[in-house]
């Protein structure tokens, strides 16, 4: 089965910047798109951004857009945010096997999250 284990999460000031990353344990990630989806205390969990499989093809939530960027080499899906803000604290997940931000059941495998805090 597929383990996926992401890092990078932390504190941060709004206007920074950070960069997590998504590793599987015991395979390789390269056959599987990979989203990154994030959730608040209190709310639902939403979808931040997917990279297909190539790394051809990528999405982003609007909230994010020109902000963060998605980016995959064979064994390591990356989501570098940069000019973070309050509203971006969450625990990040990345998830591999399925497709869509809105459609977060499509995915299979999921990490245990890294915590991102945005503040002064």
């Known amino acids: 089965q597929l383990q996926l284990v992401e890092s990078g999460g932390g504190l941060v000031q709004p206007g920074g910047s950070l960069r997590l990353s998504c590793a599987a344990s015991?395979?390789?990630?390269?056959?599987?798109?990979i989203g990154w989806f994030r959730q608040a205390p209190g709310k639902e969990r939403e979808g931040v951004s997917c990279?297909?499989?190539?790394?051809?093809k990528t999405n982003y939530a609007d909230s994010v857009k020109g902000r963060f960027t998605i980016s995959r080499d064979e064994n390591t899906v990356y989501l570098q945010m940069n000019s973070l803000k309050p509203e971006d604290t969450a625990v990040y997940y990345c998830a591999a096997g399925g497709w869509g931000l809105d459609n977060p059941s499509s995915f299979i495998y999921w990490g245990q999250g890294t915590q991102v805090t945005v503040s002064s």
């Open positions: 015991r395979f390789t990630l390269h056959p599987f798109a």
């Open positions: 990279v297909s499989n190539s790394g051809e």
